[in-house]
């Protein structure tokens, strides 16, 4: 039974330095330059069809590439006609259709619980450390999230209403869903929605078959992705994809890739062996909601077989049955990843959200806050770790927003008003105030260590011409993003007779081959250079960064002036 709090209301000057951190939050990731694996990635596939015209055909640097379907490629090129080559071209389409993924949200609670349900949801959700990564280094996760979501939400009303408003736009979201990473796409929303019309035992709405509409529209507006996959791979199975000819592109997008990467096929086995690594993810992906997530599963599992199960006017089991369900078909897939669990942060949130709103008993209530309060300060004492010794901060603005951040978590803390304010509140301002100094100042020191965006910097102020340079023993997909070129590659026994070019690449296997031809070179420069996705204790030590570091070096080559000898700057 839900429990009514007394009327609380913050100052509006409190209120509005909420909203506008939070957004700084969101404007400091935007600007981070995109990361070399995934999303610089993704983001040539979208500068490929922008340059070249072609947005029909996935083409991995020359490659024809069998994974994602188009839409976020699509994106990312509208965004290159928009605004230019570069980060705000594949981040902004990502982080404007994110905001229908928090509306929906809010109406879904406000539509199975209340219009606070609904709000503390959306709060818990755009707090959330993961979602907000999501929005940096954008992959197909912020929209696939948004989209799962908005059709969750708007099938659900077409199931209580059957509005053809409700059927048209649920249709399209569920179709922009699979446009995005497939059939995945797809299967959340029908879970999620087909279990809450089972649980309320909707018979009148089943027995309508009005909703084998869904299947029609939902194909007809998946049928630009279908038509370009038959396009590209069914009309050439002359193609070689990883090895093997004969693949239909409708086959795989419907029904193989899902399948493929559950069992791990051709995409490894990543984490394969873990059966607990989702559950131990969940532990920093959701903060500062990660403990709160896995009491509200157990709170909601055990109301419900108290329950029985049965079904009463006011109950849900939309949210319980998304979370377990995919959580488990996760758990046992041999290929996981951490952003894998992003599609269910809306389904957590909801349920946390929910479970709060139910809680009476006072000493549960201080159990919660107390908890809330030490992931909070767990959250501060890394953050500052982070931003005093692993990398200093830099930037004045950056240390006085989250000074202000800072402030509004100690007046939540202070302040005197009801439990479930001051929870909420407290954990909004942490979140707000990790987040800050992530995207404000440790996410921009880190790129700094990308060699592709560095050297990509240097050819720009050196003016040097794309085409005059060549990669040995190396590709980045950031150097080629941020020079607007796809280069080729040299091998060792070409170098002699190359021409006047520059070359970039590793600088131990550069020096070996240029130093066994006796090649002559020009000016020389040097980058550290690490896979920042994939940070460790020796980079984030200040002791041992360069030396994790691989050096990656851009030199002249200039076998035509005899006398040049090697020296680097």
Known sequence: MNTVEPPFTRPIIIRWLFGLLLGAVYVLGVIIPLFDHDSAHHALIGMHMFLTGDYVSLIDRGKDYLDKPHLLFWLSALGDSLFGVGTLAYKVPSLILAIPGVYATYRLGKRLYSAQVGRNAALILVTSFAYILSLNDVRMDALLLSFIITATWLLYEFSLTQGIWWLITGSLALALAFSTKGMSGVFVPVLAVGSQVLYSRNWAFLRSFRWLWVLGLFFLFSSPVIYSYYLQFDLHP????????????????????????????????????????????????????????????????????????????????????????????????????????????????????????????????????????????????????????????????????????????????????????????????????????????????????????????????????????????????????????????????????????????????????????????????????????????????????????????????????PGISRQTE
């Open 238 to 561: 002359e193609k070689v994809i990883r090895g093997t000819r004969g693949h239909s592109g409708v086959a795989f997008i419907l029904f193989y890739q899902n399948i493929e990467r559950m069992e791990g096929t051709n995409w490894g086995s990543a984490s394969g062996n873990d059966p607990l690594f989702f559950f131990h993810t969940l532990l920093w992906a959701l903060l500062p909601w990660s403990l709160l997530a896995y009491w509200a599963v157990f709170k909601k599992s055990f109301l419900l077989g108290q329950q029985r199960f049965t079904y009463a006017p006011g109950r849900e089991i939309l949210t319980l049955t998304t979370i377990v369900v995919m959580f488990t078909l996760l758990s046992i897939s041999n290929f996981k990843l951490p952003h894998y669990l992003n599609i269910l942060f809306p389904f957590f949130a909801l349920l946390i959200a929910a479970q709060l709103q139910t809680v009476s008993l006072r000493y549960e209530q201080q159990g919660l806050l107390i908890a809330q309060k030490f992931v909070a300060v767990a959250m501060i004492v890394v953050s500052l770790m982070l931003t005093r010794y692993i990398f200093p901060i830099q930037n004045g603005l950056v240390t006085a927003m989250a000074f202000a951040a800072l402030f509004l978590m100690i007046r939540e803390w202070v302040t005197a008003g009801p439990w479930l304010e001051k929870l909420m509140g407290i954990s909004v301002a942490v979140g707000i105030f990790a987040n800050l100094l992530m995207n404000g100042n440790f996410y921009p020191q880190v790129q700094h260590y990308l060699g592709g965006l560095q050297v990509a910097a240097k050819v720009k102020e050196l003016n040097i011409a794309p085409q005059d340079i060549r990669l040995f023993n190396w590709e980045s997909n950031t150097l080629n993003y941020y020079t607007e070129h796809f280069y080729k590659t040299i091998k060792a026994n070409q170098l002699k007779n190359s021409g006047e070019i520059w070359l970039a690449g590793p600088e131990e296997s550069m020096n070996r081959a240029l130093d066994s031809l006796s090649v002559e070179t020009g000016k020389s420069y040097l980058f550290y250079h690490f896979r920042t996705t994939r940070l460790n204790a020796l980079f984030l030590s200040p002791k041992t960064r360069q030396a994790t570091c691989e050096r990656i070096r851009l030199v002249q080559i200039n076998p035509s002036a």
